[in-house]
T-cell receptor, first 113, second 115 residues
Framework: GEDVEQSLFLSVREGDSSVINCTYTDSSSTYLYWYKQEPGAGLQLLTYIFSNMDMKQDQRLTVLLNKKDKHLSLRIADTQTGDSAIYFCAESHTSSGTYKYIFGTGTRLKVLA | DAGITQSPRHKVTETGTPVTLRCHQTENHRYMYWYRQDPGHGLRLIHYSYGVKDTDKGEVSDGYSVSRSKTEDFLLTLESATSSQTSVYFC??????????????FGEGSWLTVV
């Protein structure tokens, strides 16, 4: 079945760039997403990329998609302590006419002051 | 923020008791989902709905049932709660169209502890 994998932890120093990686198995993915979850809260959409795009930039966030290798990454420039959170990668596709979303296990980003 | 309200937000219940979690949306979105979040497993789909009275199972549906009698409400019921169902439960919605992103939006979560 479909699967999305991420590393569990990442630690960076404040001001450095963070790169969170994700791999997925579904070749029919339509969109790929990055969500942020702060403690005690739900998931908030950070950004998404259409599967036929290679890159998307949104302020401090850069998403890179390598469709051949089924690899997605999220780069956060000038990482701040407020960026400390769990980041989820997800993909969407249609199956039997229904939209489905598969989420990774989440990467816990810790930003050191 | 998407108009999604989950209730209760926190609940402690005893093993063997029934529990119902409610998700209410004000966005008139067609699709509604229930996920559970557990350490090391990320988010796993329990059940989803693609319209009133139209529901289907997700990957971890055993021990759970759902109902959707109105577009805006999606109920998740644990018929007889077990300790393995201690988790954080998230409701989510999407409009199921080809609008850019076809994004899924999440509620704030319901923390359930089964003792």
């Amino acid at each position: 079945g479909e699967d999305v994998e991420q590393s569990l932890f990442l630690s960076v120093r404040e001001g450095d760039s963070s790169v969170i990686n994700c791999t997925y198995t579904d070749s029919s993915s339509t969109y790929l997403y990055w969500y942020k979850q702060e403690p005690g809260a739900g998931l908030q959409l950070l950004t998404y990329i259409f599967s036929n795009m290679d890159m998307k930039q949104d302020q401090r966030l850069t998403v890179l998609l390598n469709k051949k290798d089924k690899h997605l990454s999220l780069r956060i420039a000038d990482t701040q302590t407020g960026d400390s959170a769990i980041y989820f990668c997800a993909e969407s596709h249609t199956s039997s006419g229904t939209y489905k979303y598969i989420f990774g296990t989440g990467t816990r980003l810790k930003v050191l002051a | 923020d998407a108009g999604i309200t989950q209730s209760p937000r926190h609940k402690v219940t005893e093993t063997g008791t029934p529990v119902t979690l409610r998700c209410h949306q004000t966005e008139n979105h067609r699709y509604m989902y229930w996920y559970r979040q557990d350490p090391g497993h990320g988010l796993r789909l329990i059940h989803y709905s693609y319209g009133v009275k139209d529901t289907d199972k997700g990957e971890v549906s055993d021990g759970y049932s759902v109902s959707r009698s109105k577009t805006e409400d999606f109920l998740l019921t644990l018929e007889s709660a077990t300790s393995s169902q201690t988790s954080v439960y998230f409701c989510a919605i999407s409009d199921g169209t080809d609008t850019p992103g076809n994004t899924i939006y999440f509620g704030e979560g319901s923390w359930l502890t089964v003792v």
